[in-house]
């Protein structure tokens, strides 16, 4: 049996859409709602290669010249979010200078407070692909 590879030529694939989501209340627009942020998807190289830049050689407590790796996971998930943000654009250096920062993943960190970081860190996975806590325990009951 013949097998096309049709489907898998990138012309044939389905784009994936931006997904909007507003992080916060506290960015109103003109109309009084919460102004959505849009997300974009990145591709498995990319992400691994964000992941890769974060990861740091710490020693080993009691081994000398031992040496472990430790992904500094404040740090990738402010990566990602910020390569992910289509709007607002974190690299706009205005925006940035309004909020003290240089760097988009700075940027991320200082607008959003706590519980709306690790939520839109949430959101930014979920659109990526990764599956949240609830979807795999659902999968794990059934």
Known sequence: MSKSLSAFMRPNVAEIENAHYAPSP???????????????????????????S???????AGKKNQF???????AFQSKVCARCTVFPDLN???????????????LVGAMLIGGEFDDYVTEVFRVNGFKTEGELVGEAKN
């Open 68 to 74: 472990t790796q430790m992904l500094d996971a404040y």
């Open 26 to 52: 506290r960015f109103v627009g003109e109309d009084g709602k919460p102004v959505e942020w849009e997300i974009c998807c990145i591709s498995a190289d990319e992400y691994g290669r964000i992941r890769s």
């Open 54 to 60: 974060c990861i740091r050689q710490v020693p080993v």
């Open 92 to 106: 706009d250096a205005g925006l940035q200078d309004s909020w003290g920062v240089a760097r988009p993943e700075e």
